[in-house]
């Protein structure tokens, strides 16, 4: 079975400066797809980026790029310049390629922004 | 704002009550979701309906009782609910199972007493 796993409950990180945040998954499938999703205070999950695997070319969002490990299985967030408007829940997910997949989350970081 | 929309955002409930959490999509999506997310645990997939058919019962206990009339609309029927299944309960939805990702509304806090 599918896990991704978190192992930062929580980070800091000075406004303006780079923070990533780390995600570890396991899966024997070669063709899948990776998602962060914030949880801002409003409890609202939204979108922060998407990779697919069979993609080399890491996805970046503006301010959000991530670092895709294929073969160590690692799919971190770099947040470039942070505002405070990222502090948040920051949630890795999983997704296989096929139709009847389900998205797998972690347990999320919990990013803190100091001023 | 996603799409979709929770009610309420708040529910307290006693153990010998019955509630229902709602949950509506105006994304023209077919697949609906109910989540639950406890503290420090992943978020865990309940049920899934696509089409308004249900095709997932993640072992959930019978005293949630899902009910999806039509593709907009999705329900959660709660009844003799217990304290530990005090969580927020996400509502997401895609276009059919076949979408790469999900859109959430924002949840319901509930807290059973």
């Known amino acids: 079975a599918q896990t991704v796993t978190q192992s930062q409950p929580e980070m800091s990180v000075q406004e303006a400066e780079t923070v990533t945040l780390s995600c570890t998954y396991d899966?024997?499938?070669?063709?899948?797809?990776l998602f962060w999703y914030k949880q801002p205070p409003s409890r609202q999950m939204i979108l922060v980026i998407r990779?697919?695997?069979?993609?080399?070319q890491n996805a970046t969002e503006n301010r959000f790029s991530v670092n895709f490990q294929k073969a160590a299985k690692s799919f971190s967030l770099k947040i470039s310049d942070s505002q405070l408007g990222d502090a948040a829940m920051y949630f890795c997910?999983?997704?296989?390629?096929?139709?009847?997949?389900?998205?797998?989350f972690g347990k999320g970081t919990r990013l803190h922004i100091l001023p | 704002e996603t799409g979709v929309t929770q009610t309420p955002r708040h529910l307290v409930m006693g153990m010998t009550n019955k509630k229902s959490l709602k949950c509506e999509q105006h994304?023209?999506?077919?697949?609906m979701y109910w989540y639950k997310q406890s503290a420090k645990k992943p978020l865990e997939l309940m049920f899934v309906?696509?089409?308004?058919?249900?095709?997932e019962n993640n072992s959930v206990p019978s005293r949630f009782s899902p009910e999806c009339p039509n593709s907009s609309h999705l329900f959660l029927h709660l009844h003799t609910l217990q304290p530990e299944d005090s969580a927020l309960y996400l509502c997401?939805?895609?276009?059919?199972?076949?979408?790469?990702?999900?859109?959430f509304g924002q949840g319901t806090r509930l807290t059973v007493v």
């Open positions: 309906y696509n089409f308004k058919e249900q095709t």
């Open positions: 899966t024997s499938e070669s063709d899948y797809y």
């Open positions: 994304l023209g999506h077919n697949a």
């Open positions: 997910a999983y997704r296989g390629w096929n139709r009847d997949d389900k998205i797998i």
């Open positions: 997401a939805s895609s276009q059919e199972l076949t979408l790469t990702e999900a859109f």
């Open positions: 990779q697919e695997a069979y993609k080399q």
